[in-house]
């Protein structure tokens, strides 16, 4: 299917950019098919883009990296990204911790002046608690070019997500989801600091305990354990804090 979609010219792929340091295979083949199948743009989040930036703009796919902060952004531009992407705290999924996150709504302006000062070429797109026409107007006033919706278009209908889950994020508004490792603690999931994830509130959100006892939990494959893990897969999902359908 992605194949067939790529034909059209119209598909992105998006990689996390700290499990490419861990391997790169699958962004290997997908930048040696042939030019018709390969994808018009690729995303970068969540680590240095440096090492895959040269070949995938050789590849002939604008690179569009993703940052949290205002002091990643000189990285992503001299990697050569044509298009940044300004993730809020807001943002549903996995994004920058709380403690060290920014707000959409500060973010984004800082972001277009820095851009506008040293690298004017560059496209910004803000994300993070937009998902409706007002967000993306309030994103334009800021300075941003565009928006880039997750949780509003992972909550529609041509989503592949499970439809308990997205009927949940749809029963859910901004103030029912939390920001926390636990949601990876209890996947074992090892994402490094600083980045969690944001997902709809379980009990097991204030639980959550230091990512040095990740191991002991993961590592033994307790029942109270597996028991949690199951208990999140069934009660919570992935969805941000901007209003309209889950988004």
């Known amino acids: 299917m992605a194949l067939q979609a790529a034909e059209t010219g119209r598909i992105g792929c998006g990689f996390i950019t700290w499990k490419l340091d861990e391997n790169a295979s699958a962004l290997d083949w997908l930048l040696d098919l042939a030019p018709a199948q390969r994808p018009r743009a690729v995303l970068l989040s969540f680590g240095d883009p440096g090492p895959y930036a040269a070949r995938i703009r050789r ?36 994004g920058m911790n ?8 500060t973010l984004v302006p800082e972001f277009a002046d820095w851009l506008a000062a040293h690298a004017p070429e560059t496209l910004l797109l803000a994300a993070g608690g937009i998902g409706d026409g007002r967000g993306l107007a309030a994103a334009l006033m800021l300075g941003a070019d565009g928006a880039l919706l997750g949780s509003r278009l992972w909550a529609t209908a041509e989503s592949l997500a499970a439809q308990g889950a997205k009927e949940l994020a749809l029963q859910t508004d901004g103030d029912g989801t939390a920001r926390s490792p ?40 307790g029942v109270r354990g597996r ?14 804090r901007g209003r309209g359908s889950g988004a």
């Open 59 to 94: 590849s002939g796919a604008a690179l569009i990296c993703q940052v949290q902060r205002l002091e990643q952004l000189p990285q992503a531009v001299q990697a050569g990204a044509q298009v940044i992407v300004a993730q809020g705290a807001e943002a549903g999924g996995h």
């Open 182 to 221: 636990v949601f990876d603690v209890l996947r074992c999931k090892d994402w490094p600091a600083p980045y969690d994830f944001r997902a709809i509130r379980t009990r097991c959100t204030g639980n959550g305990r230091r990512r040095s006892t990740r191991r002991a939990r993961c590592g033994a494959g």
């Open 227 to 240: 028991r949690a893990g199951r208990r999140l897969r069934r009660s919570a999902c992935h969805r941000g």
């Open 98 to 105: 709380a403690l060290d996150g920014r707000a959409t709504m």
